[in-house]
């Protein structure tokens, strides 16, 4: 694995580019730490949105809504009365 640094990257992009699609993998620094790996692609590209979702839902890191265009989420009760809001802002702002 190789370390190439930021501006040496920016530099010679296109040859460091050739050398990951020909399978190489790098590391990427700045000022000495390691802030990026450029590897080659896994072949997994998502070219269908759809699909990818599919995926993710049964892979459980995903829920589909229940109704079309609406969320199944459930209301949250209030915690504050109403009007707390502008009741804190005036007494921050105090009379003006």
Do not use: C, F, W
Not at 28 to 41: K, M, N, Q, S, W
């Amino acid at each position: 694995m190789k370390h190439v640094g930021l501006r040496e990257l920016k530099n010679r992009l296109s040859e460091y580019m050739r050398l990951v699609r020909a399978g190489e993998h790098l590391l990427v620094t700045d000022r000495g730490h390691v802030i990026a790996e450029l590897v080659p692609p896994t072949g997994v590209a998502v070219r269908d949105p759809a699909s990818a979702l599919t995926t993710l839902e049964r892979r459980g890191l995903l829920r589909r809504p229940a109704v079309e265009g609406r969320a199944s989420y459930p209301r949250l009760h209030q915690i504050t009365p109403t009007g707390t809001a502008q009741r804190l802002l005036n007494e921050e702002r105090g009379e003006r």
